[in-house]
Every structure is written in structure tokens, then in C-alpha cells.
């Protein structure tokens, strides 16, 4: 049964599993946050670091509530046990591996008290590696349509929010995102049937119900490193999660003609990008996926040689134009 929600209140679920080198950071990042009204429930899954170590030095602080599984339950089981158990207005999954600003809940309560509609704020996150060297922005690889509505703080309706998912996941980080609970009465929980794009199913639910506001200031700390949950699953699984998912959402929304057709050639277009690889691991996986793309979307792989074509050219565009490129690089140089 849920928590009834203390009004104004932030929890931020701490999903803990196996990740103690980067636990210090994520809970003084946590502990250190200007907006004062906030829980913050940790869940240690069973590890087997010392990352229950790492958190006993933080059981005593006020703000730290920490639970302790018998069992191991994965990250999506522990994340909802996390909302069922919040007492918090406002719901925050604080990814154990990530960090933040002081000011990030600060910032995400006041947009989403400026806009009643909203049933989720996000913001720009900056992507560190292990050793936290900035890598980049995530803003700077979004689609132009994206970059130009999104230059400064602003409220996306529904419809707009899911016309920017269905081309990629802009928000490419739950811990960015703070989320009404009210939501997940309204639209559920994480869902259990993906394991990668959990998160982004979700987002697509709340869009279809809330709007959304975004922050245009990168907040969040989005770590990359070679145990992430994206990196550690098999192609096979991840780009059967995006068929699925967004071929499944190209039949949900209220679309044009225009852009059905639209965004069914991206998906083709993701799935070349795959094939067309120096691993070739996609064509190994190709029975499969084209078996999964026929049963969700027939009308999708009219668009496959379309999108196979465009991957190519672009591919050889570059390997073209390297060379060039570097040989002007050079000359310029002496």
C-alpha cells in the first residue's frame, strides 16, 4: 500500500547494488542538497562489494532512511519498492553510480510548483566518466528540434514530450528527473517487461497524461562506465526493447500519416546503424529482430531498405571525407 505524501516533500530512492566505489559521492551529493524538505531512502539489493559498508557510515544521518533486502531483487523491484514506500509529494530515483549539483531538487521542485500540469521536470545532465572527467552534454547530441524548443527553461506539452521520446530518450537518466507520485497511481510503476528502457516506457506513460518541464541547466552528473545496465546487456535484448517500445508507442499516439511514416524509418534507421557496425554482431541477430519488427509493425520494414541506403551513405560519406580531412589538418600544421 502506498505512503500517503507529506506535501512538498522530496524522496530520492537509492537503488544500492554493487557500485560502492561511487556510493560516497552519489550520498554527499545527496546529503548536501539546498532544498531542505527531503527523505532519502536508501535500498541495499543484496551487494556483494562493500557498498553496505559504504552505507552504515550514513545510517544515522536525519535525512537517510536505509533498507537492507534479504533477497536480491533488481533494479526495477527495488525502484518501485522505493515509490510504494515514499512519503514524499515528489519522487526522485538517485541512481547509485550518479551524482548531482546542491541545487538539482531545488531547482526540479520549483518548476514543477511553477507548472501545475506537470507531472514530471528533468534537466540537462553532464556526462563523467569513472574518474568524473566531463565527457560532454547530453543536450548537445539531441535532434535540432529539440535543441531549438529546449534552449532555456520550459514547459512541453504531452504531445510534444512524446514526439521527442519516440526520436530518442531526452531524459537519458532517471536521476535527472523528479516525478509527482500521484503519477504512479495514475499510470503505474516501473514496468518489470523491460530491462533497459524501463525508464523511457515510463516517461512515455507520463506524457500521455502530464505535461512536462524541462530545465536547461546540467544539473545531473550521468556516469559512463562499463557496467552500467545499457552495457551490460546484449544487443539482442536492447534493440528488441526498442522495437517494441517504439513501435508500440507509433501505434498509441495520435500521429499524422506523415509522421508515422516518419518515425518508422528512424526506427529502420536505428536498427542499420546496428547492422552496419564493425562488430557485425547485428546480422547475427537479424532472424530475430526481423521476426520481432514483422510481428509488431508490418508496415515498418517497407522502410528498412530506405533506412539501410541512408546508414550507408552516410557511412561511406565520412570514411570519405576523414581522409580529406586529415590530410588538410596536416598541411596546415607545417
Known amino acids: ?37 527531503l527523505e532519502i531512502l536508501v535500498i541495499e ?9 559504504v552505507l552504515r557510515g550514513y545510517q544515522c544521518h536525519s535525512k537517510v532512511n536505509l533498507i537492507v533486502r534479504e533477497t536480491n531483487g533488481g533494479w526495477v523491484t527495488v525502484s518501485n519498492q ?9 519522487v526522485i530515483f538517485t541512481n547509485c553510480d550518479d551524482d548531482c549539483d546542491p541545487r538539482l531538487i531545488q531547482r526540479l521542485v520549483a518548476a514543477m510548483k511553477a507548472s501545475p500540469t506537470a507531472g514530471m521536470a528533468f534537466c540537462r545532465s553532464a ?16 535532434e535540432s528540434s529539440f535543441r531549438a ?17 519516440l526520436h530518442s530518450c531526452v531524459i537519458p537518466n532517471l536521476s535527472a528527473a523528479l516525478i509527482r507520485k500521484e503519477c504512479f497511481a495514475i499510470v503505474g510503476n516501473l514496468s518489470s517487461s523491460y530491462r533497459v528502457c ?6 512515455f506513460r507520463i506524457a500521455a497524461r502530464y505535461d512536462v518541464a524541462y530545465i536547461a541547466e546540467p544539473l545531473n552528473r550521468f556516469r559512463q562506465h562499463a557496467a552500467t545496465i545499457r552495457s551490460v546487456t546484449k544487443e539482442r535484448v536492447v ?7 517504439l513501435l508500440g508507442q507509433i501505434h498509441l499516439l495520435d500521429l499524422t500519416w506523415i509522421e508515422r511514416c516518419r518515425f518508422r524509418l528512424h526506427v529502420m534507421y536505428l536498427w542499420s546503424v546496428h547492422l552496419l557496425t564493425p562488430s557485425k554482431g547485428g546480422w547475427s541477430n537479424f532472424p530475430y529482430h526481423f521476426e520481432r519488427v514483422l510481428d509488431l509493425d508490418p508496415l515498418a520494414l517497407l522502410f528498412f531498405v530506405p533506412s539501410l541506403v541512408l546508414r550507408a551513405a552516410r557511412v561511406l560519406g565520412k570514411s570519405l571525407v ?13
Open 322 to 334: 576523414s581522409p580529406i580531412a586529415s590530410r588538410g589538418a596536416v598541411s596546415g600544421g607545417k
Open 45 to 53: 539489493d543484496c551487494s556483494t562489494d562493500n557498498s553496505i559498508d
Open 149 to 165: 524548443r529546449c534552449s532555456t527553461d520550459t514547459l512541453l506539452s504531452g504531445a510534444e514530450m512524446s514526439r521527442f521520446l
Open 127 to 142: 556526462l563523467v566518466d569513472e574518474h568524473d572527467n566531463l565527457l560532454g552534454d547530453d543536450f548537445t547530441v539531441r
Open 239 to 245: 534493440y528488441e526493447e526498442y522495437f517494441r517500445l
Open 1 to 37: 500500500m502506498s505512503v500517503d505524501a507529506k506535501p512538498g516533500w522530496v524522496t530520492a530512492v537509492v537503488a544500492s547494488y554493487n557500485h560502492a566505489e561511487f556510493l560516497v559521492k552519489r550520498m554527499e551529493s545527496l546529503i548536501t542538497q539546498t532544498y531542505q524538505d
Open 82 to 90: 522505493g515509490v510504494e514506500m515514499a512519503t514524499g509529494e515528489f
Open 198 to 203: 524501463c525508464d523511457w516506457e515510463l516517461f
